[in-house]
């Protein structure tokens, strides 16, 4: 049911030689994705490119009882990523947004409590209460019997670990040693160590 005259993007690619590709919405489809057929059906009163167009916030209230499609956007919207629209293309995001499409799609699988998870700095971008919701769900994964492995500067994601390696004593060159090692409480009194400066700043 796609769109043939732009394979299904809703855009087409015009290739500029020397300078960028540049895309422009497909006039075929107006930018829909898919034939005229495909679209003419709708689900309560929408249709597919309606559907691609939503929010996951706004999917989760028009799917609400639809269990197996519910559960899936629920795990996007507890790892923060309530805004994104369902139809939003992979290039478009962040890395730290990338990284929590990946983690949804392990929530949403059948825990073994046996995976190690690295995240490079999830919180990139963050909203402080996403960063709440994301340290819900991280929580969840530890509790289920999984690792995480977190390279954060978030303060808020920091003080929640069970323990930290802080890496140091400044950055680039002039960095790559432990400086120090442990849960929170033990790394603000590392005098060493600048987060652990921060945590004990922030009243840990």
């Known amino acids: 049911g796609r769109c043939e005259a732009c394979q299904g993007d809703g855009l087409i690619k015009i290739e500029m030689h020397f300078l960028p590709d540049v895309y422009v919405t497909c006039e075929v489809c107006k930018g829909q994705r898919y034939n005229r057929e495909t679209l003419e059906i709708h689900h309560k009163g929408k249709s597919i490119a309606d559907v ?8 989760l209230e028009f799917f609400e009882h639809i269990p197996l499609i519910k559960t899936k956007l629920q795990t996007l919207h507890d790892v923060g990523l309530h805004y994104v629209k369902l139809g939003q293309s ?6 730290g947004e990338a990284q929590r499409v990946k983690l949804s799609r392990e ?17 990139t971008g963050l909203h402080f209460a996403d960063v709440q919701r994301l340290l819900d769900v991280l929580d ?65």
């Open 52 to 59: 691609l167009n939503m929010t996951v916030d706004d999917a």
């Open 90 to 95: 992979a290039t478009t995001l962040s890395g």
């Open 107 to 123: 929530l949403s699988k059948r825990a073994t409590g046996r995976t190690m998870y690295i995240l490079d700095e999830p919180t």
């Open 140 to 204: 969840r994964l530890v509790e289920a019997g999984n690792t995480v492995l977190v390279i954060e500067h978030n303060l808020d994601m920091i003080r929640n670990a069970d323990w930290i390696i802080d890496l140091g004593p400044e950055g680039g060159d002039r960095g790559g040693e432990i400086v120090a090692e442990g849960p929170p409480k033990e790394i603000a009194k590392a005098k060493r160590s600048y987060t652990g400066q921060v945590l004990k700043e922030a009243g840990l």
